[in-house]
């Protein structure tokens, strides 16, 4: 393959839908590969190798991605956009790798100046047309290291179907790492093939309901670690069983993305300390117009009234019209042991009605089972509306 000062493959095909491009690799874009590869976020996800340097990424330009286009083994593309000073310049790279037998593997990483703003599921989409119009590519894969949110969202938005996690699959720097995993054929849509449910900032005086953060891992954790939580929460993983204590945190998180709950975590307004966490589930099942609740609080701030303002304000939005930024919802229903007080007297000054008692339904602690006290609370001005479904 010819290498030339300016472009060391000129005759690549460039793709481009207006606002990104795909191109060769140059040169003159040495600078912007060891600005992306010194970035931590980088570091953390990919197997850059550190420490990064000039050296490195001339020889990624000019020997590197060469010889992957020459052997079909990585057909890398430089990703080229705008930048927030309004001048057009390397922003990533991206290459599918072909693995025999009509499959190939995505790859791609974005210069830290111009993410969050789509450029990297536009630049997906410009590869996987090009991939699938060749002939030889009938599935591309896509593997992430787990809690690499970035990488999930981009393949989400370009229609890769989620087939969970697979453990110590990756290799980075001597150590192995659990990942993700999706796919997308040739005749699949493109479109999200379900919903990321992405939870609203709530506020009042003192509470901020908003979504969790790694920074809450600590105190997420020692809520499922104390007692009282362990003996209420049912049949939940709890400390003890779990990995490290970011998991609590990464389950809930993934079940948003997967669409499959809303989870918020109960901050002090003042400080943004996390004081509690809570959730909604179960939002697609046969009744789509309603949804159960779910929620525990930090040790440290219990028979404060937290969780009844919680669950006043999730209650609010949830039966808010969706026209107006909430769910629309019909029904809320909740369950807590019969013996748990402090659950009741929360749900009852929010609002919910007991309607139903079950005997030796609800788990506690590890073999337990006690009677169940059931909640609902109807809305009263809902209005069934029928709507096309749009991720």
């Known amino acids: 393959m010819p290498t ?13 839908d207006g606002v990104v491009t795909l191109r060769a690799h140059r040169v003159s874009d040495v600078d912007g590969i060891v600005e992306q590869c010194v970035d931590p976020d980088s570091v953390r996800w990919t197997t850059v190798p550190t420490p990064y340097d000039r050296e490195l990424a001339r020889s990624y330009v000019t020997e590197e991605v060469p010889e992957g286009w020459r052997t079909g083994r990585e057909l890398n593309f430089a990703i080229e956009s705008e930048h927030p000073d309004g001048e057009r310049r390397f922003s990533g790279s991206i290459s599918l790798r072909p693995m025999g037998g009509g499959l190939a593997e995505i790859a791609f990483g974005l210069h830290p100046a111009v993410r969050g703003n789509g450029v990297c599921s536009r630049a997906v989409k410009l590869i996987l047309d090009w991939g699938f119009q060749r002939g030889d590519i009938e599935v591309v894969l896509w593997l992430a290291h787990v809690g690499n949110w970035g990488s999930w969202r981009v393949a989400w938005a370009n229609g890769f179907t989620f087939h969970g996690t697979i453990k110590k699959l990756l290799s980075q720097r001597g150590e192995r790492h659990d990942c993700w995993q999706g796919t997308l054929r040739a005749d699949d849509s493109r479109e999200p093939k379900h919903k990321w449910n992405v939870p609203p900032v709530l506020e009042s005086d003192r509470l901020r309901m908003r979504p969790h953060r790694e920074t809450d891992a600590t105190r997420y954790a020692e809520i499922l670690n104390d007692e009282r939580s362990r003996h209420f929460g049912g049949r939940s993983v709890w400390l003890s069983q779990l990995p490290n204590k970011e998991h609590g945190i990464h389950r809930a998180r993934e079940a948003n993305a997967r669409g499959d709950r809303y989870d918020w975590t109960i901050a002090d307004r003042e400080t943004d300390e996390l004081i509690g966490q809570i959730q909604l589930f179960n939002l697609e099942g046969l009744d789509d117009t309603m949804a159960g609740i779910g929620y525990s609080m930090h040790p440290s701030r219990r028979g404060q009234g937290v969780l009844t303002e919680a669950l006043g304000m999730l209650t609010e939005w949830a039966f808010r019209e969706k026209e107006k930024g909430g769910l629309g919802l019909r029904r809320l229903k909740l369950g807590t042991a019969t013996t748990n007080k402090a ?40 209005v069934e509306v029928k709507e096309t479904p749009r991720y």
């Open 4 to 16: 030339v000062e300016d472009g060391p493959m000129a005759d690549l095909p460039v793709l481009t």
């Open 343 to 382: 659950s009741r007297h929360a749900a009852e000054s929010a609002g919910f009605l007991h309607i139903a008692t079950e005997p030796d339904a609800f788990p506690t602690g590890e073999t337990g089972f006690e009677a169940e006290a059931i909640y609902h609370r109807l809305n009263p001005d809902w």
